[in-house]
């Protein structure tokens, strides 16, 4: 049987920040997104982009 292997402390904490900044910063793209939501659709509406939405 194949022993797993062993994964240092370092390496998960590399990870654990990793997905700490990734939740951070889709977290306060999420929140600007509903802030501004009324001017990035007309804007998108503008330069006739909206039919994404």
Do not use: H, R
């Not at 700490?20 to 659709?41: E, H, N, T």
């Amino acid at each position: 049987m194949k022993q797993p292997l062993p994964k240092s402390l370092k390496t998960v904490a590399w990870i654990a920040l990793g997905l700490a900044a990734f939740a951070a910063s889709s977290g306060l793209a999420f929140a600007s997104w509903l802030d501004k939501d009324a001017g990035i659709f007309m804007s998108l509406v503008e330069a006739g982009m909206s039919w994404c939405f």
